[in-house]
C-alpha cells in the first residue's frame, strides 16, 4: 500500500541553526500539505501545494519558515532560524480526491 | 472562525462500545473526518462522511452526524486495547485543508 515518507524521523537542533525536512507524498497525488502539530493538540496547516504551487500559506511564519516543491512531486520544509518554540511533529499529507493521507512526522527538538 | 472542539479523555473496558464526541462551529463544512494518532506516529484516515449524510457505518465504527447540531459522533464497537490512542474529529469544505479538534484521548481496560 502506497504511503506518504518522511525524513528524518527525529531532529535535534540547537536554536538559531537552520534545519530541513523532506516529504515524499503518495504517488499522483497533486495536493500536498504540510501541518505541524504541538504536543497535544491537534495539527495545524502551515502550507498548502497544488502540484508546484503554493495554494495557502496564510499560516506559515514566513520570516523563518518556507517550503517548496519545485517539480511538483516531493517538498521541502525548512526553518531558519530554528526558535525554542517550533518544538512540534512537523506532519505531511496528500490528497486523493476527499481523502488525506499523512506520514509518520518529523519530530523536532530545538534545544 | 472555525473551531472543532472535543472532550479530552474517555476510558472504557475492553469489549465495551465507545462513543467519542466533536462539536463544530462551521455550518459550511462539507467533509467530517476522524483520524486515529498512536504514540509518536502519524495520523490515520478511519473513516469520513459528507455533510449530506446523517450516518456511515463501516466494519466496527459507526459515523453519526447531527448537521442541525453541528455535532459528529465516532462509536467504536467491541473495543480492544489496540484501540487505545488519540482519535482526532476534523473538518474541511469540498476535502480541502483540514481544521483538527484537539483530540481525545481513548484508554481501553483490559
Known amino acids: 500500500e502506497a504511503e506518504v515518507a518522511q525524513s528524518p524521523r527525529y531532529k535535534i537542533t540547537e536554536k538559531s541553526q537552520a534545519v530541513a525536512f523532506w516529504c515524499d507524498p503518495i504517488?499522483?497525488?497533486?495536493?500536498l500539505y504540510w501541518y505541524r502539530q504541538i504536543l497535544g493538540q491537534g495539527p495545524e496547516l502551515l502550507v498548502q501545494f497544488q502540484d508546484e504551487s503554493v495554494v495557502d500559506d496564510s499560516q506559515l511564519p514566513k520570516d523563518r519558515f518556507s517550503a517548496e516543491r519545485l517539480k511538483g512531486v516531493d517538498s521541502t520544509l525548512k526553518i531558519q532560524p530554528a526558535e525554542l518554540g517550533d518544538s512540534a511533529m512537523y506532519l505531511c499529507a496528500s490528497r486523493s480526491s476527499y481523502e488525506q493521507y499523512f506520514g509518520p512526522g518529523t519530530r523536532l527538538t530545538v534545544t | 472562525g472555525e473551531d472543532v472542539e472535543q472532550s479530552l479523555f474517555l476510558s472504557v473496558r475492553e469489549g465495551d462500545s465507545s462513543v467519542i464526541n466533536c462539536t463544530y462551529t462551521d455550518s459550511s463544512s462539507t467533509y467530517l473526518y476522524w483520524y486515529k494518532q498512536e504514540p509518536g506516529a502519524g495520523l490515520q484516515l478511519l473513516t469520513y462522511?459528507?455533510?449530506?449524510?446523517d450516518m456511515k457505518q463501516d466494519q466496527r465504527l459507526t459515523v453519526l452526524l447531527n448537521k442541525k447540531d453541528k455535532h459528529l459522533s465516532l462509536r467504536i464497537a467491541d473495543t480492544q486495547t489496540g484501540d487505545s490512542a488519540i482519535y482526532f474529529c476534523?473538518?474541511?469544505?469540498?476535502?480541502?485543508?483540514?481544521?483538527f479538534g484537539g483530540g481525545t484521548r481513548l484508554m481501553v481496560k483490559p
Open positions: 504517488s499522483g497525488h497533486a495536493t
Open positions: 462522511i459528507f455533510s449530506n449524510m
Open positions: 476534523a473538518e474541511s469544505k469540498a476535502g480541502n485543508m483540514l481544521t
